[in-house]
């Protein structure tokens, strides 16, 4: 066995070539192109290593063990950047034709027969996430028992966009949106709650109108989530204050800056439900007359097969909002047909197609 020769100064390795049957028989694997993708999107091996769930130095090892079969350096390293070879580039595009081609052998042959079983890949928007597979995760096993549910939380933009390069076999966001290519159906109304610390002037309140909230100061979450621009749109509409120079890179986050005294801010009614409500140091309001609410839906490509069990699926999570989450002011849950679980040709009729804008 011929072993790898490595310039140390340089930190190059130099690969023997190997036979062609030699070369046949050591073809990549999935999880290979897996890793190499990871790392061409992040251009870091920590990152990649989290992005994949895997150890750093297990993908460093399955990225060294792909390149000494196919017999060339596909990336230069070095202890302050990634570069990727010319034909590494190149693998990384065939790589991505690759997952996609499986995964879309996936999609029309993974639950013919059988219901929804097997893995499904959802992405969700983190101020939704959490507070809301908790409850409905029990349901969902309940009646697909043999379903396994792989769940990531992404920015909704990037959510869309790995939803269409097959990332995720669904995802949750907020709707509607014009995007090609992608059936869509409403799950639930969220209503949006002013949410201000004990210790705030508006807290004395009983009632918060929309003059009310002249000139006070808002916090918002960073950019690229969809409640900093709803929080934008409504201090700009009743003449509040945004303080920019201190955004919140999650809800907690922005939660723990409001208890000092920062300003205040919308909060979504899930996070409300689940944490707010907990929390002494603040007091909700539903904003008299004006009624904040955002439409969270459930997206997936019009290309996947087994439509009848995705909006059975959906018609699962409306289920699950309508009965877990209300009692809060102002909540509205869509439930647009009575799901009858037996019913394997039941439709939500919301379900639409988007066709793009």
Same mark, same amino acid.
């Given at each position: 066995?011929?072993?790898?020769?490595?310039?140390?100064?340089?930190?190059?390795?130099?690969?023997?070539?190997?036979?062609?049957?030699?070369?046949?028989?050591?073809?990549?694997?999935?999880?290979?192109?897996?890793? =190499? /993708?990871?790392?061409?999107?992040?251009?870091?091996?920590? @990152?990649?290593?989290?992005?994949? #769930? &895997?150890?750093? !130095?297990? $993908?460093?090892?399955?990225?060294?063990?792909?390149?000494?079969?196919?017999?060339?350096?596909?990336?230069?390293?070095?202890?302050?950047?990634?570069?990727?070879?010319?034909?590494?580039?190149?693998?990384?595009?065939?790589?991505?034709?690759?997952?996609?081609?499986?995964?879309?052998?996936?999609?029309?042959?993974?639950?013919?027969?059988?219901?929804?079983?097997?893995?499904?890949?959802?992405? =969700? /928007?983190?101020?939704?996430?959490?507070?809301?597979?908790? @409850?409905?995760?029990?349901?969902? #096993? &309940?009646?697909? !028992?043999? $379903?396994?549910?792989?769940?990531?939380?992404?920015?909704?933009?990037?959510?869309?966009?790995?939803?269409?390069?097959?990332?995720?076999?669904?995802?949750?966001?907020?709707?509607?949106?014009?995007?090609?290519?992608?059936?869509?159906?409403?799950?639930?109304?969220?209503?949006?709650?002013?949410?201000?610390?004990?210790?705030?002037?508006?807290?004395?309140?009983?009632?918060?109108?929309?003059?009310?909230?002249?000139?006070?100061?808002?916090?918002?979450?960073?950019?690229?989530?969809?409640?900093?621009?709803?929080?934008?749109?409504?201090?700009?509409?009743?003449?509040?204050?945004?303080?920019?120079?201190?955004?919140?890179?999650?809800?907690?986050?922005?939660?723990?800056?409001?208890?000092?005294?920062?300003?205040?801010?919308?909060?979504?009614?899930?996070?409300?439900?689940?944490?707010?409500?907990?929390?002494?140091?603040?007091?909700?309001?539903?904003?008299?007359?004006?009624?904040?609410?955002?439409?969270?839906?459930?997206?997936?490509?019009?290309?996947?097969?087994?439509?009848?069990?995705?909006?059975?699926?959906?018609?699962?999570?409306?289920?699950?909002?309508?009965?877990?989450?209300?009692?809060?002011?102002?909540?509205?849950?869509?439930?647009?047909?009575?799901?009858?679980?037996?019913?394997?040709?039941?439709?939500?009729?919301?379900?639409?197609?988007?066709?793009?804008?």
């Amino acid at each position: 066995m011929i072993s790898n020769q490595v310039c140390s100064e340089h930190r190059t390795f130099l690969y023997p070539r190997r036979a062609h049957g030699d070369r046949i028989a050591s073809m990549p694997t999935l999880r290979q192109l897996e890793y =190499l /993708i990871a790392l061409a999107d992040t251009l870091h091996f920590r @990152r990649a290593a989290e992005r994949v #769930h &895997a150890t750093q !130095p297990t $993908l460093s090892e399955q990225l060294q063990a792909l390149e000494r079969r196919l017999g060339i350096q596909l990336v230069e390293r070095s202890r302050s950047k990634v570069l990727f070879t010319a034909i590494g580039l190149e693998v990384v595009t065939i790589a991505r034709r690759v997952l996609c081609d499986i995964r879309r052998i996936r999609d029309i042959t993974g639950n013919n027969g059988y219901g929804l079983a097997g893995v499904i890949r959802l992405g =969700l /928007i983190s101020s939704v996430g959490p507070y809301f597979l908790s @409850r409905v995760v029990p349901e969902l #096993h &309940a009646h697909y !028992p043999h $379903l396994k549910l792989y769940a990531r939380e992404e920015l909704p933009n990037e959510l869309f966009s790995e939803l269409g390069d097959g990332v995720h076999d669904v995802i949750i966001a907020p709707a509607p949106v014009s995007e090609n290519g992608l059936k869509q159906t409403t799950i639930f109304d969220e209503p949006l709650y002013l949410t201000v610390p004990v210790n705030h002037g508006l807290a004395k309140r009983d009632i918060v109108r929309v003059k009310d909230l002249a000139k006070v100061e808002f916090l918002a979450p960073g950019p690229g989530h969809q409640l900093q621009q709803v929080v934008v749109d409504l201090a700009a509409e009743v003449g509040a204050k945004m303080r920019f120079d201190y955004e919140g890179t999650s809800l907690d986050t922005l939660r723990e800056m409001m208890a000092t005294g920062l300003g205040v801010s919308i909060l979504p009614g899930l996070y409300v439900r689940a944490v707010i409500k907990n929390d002494s140091r603040f007091k909700i309001f539903d904003i008299r007359g004006l009624h904040l609410r955002r439409t969270i839906g459930m997206f997936w490509r019009n290309t996947k097969t087994g439509h009848e069990h995705l909006t059975r699926l959906a018609g699962i999570f409306r289920k699950t909002v309508a009965s877990e989450f209300k009692g809060l002011p102002g909540w509205i849950a869509f439930i647009t047909c009575t799901v009858a679980f037996s019913d394997p040709t039941l439709l939500d009729p919301n379900v639409v197609e988007s066709t793009g804008a």
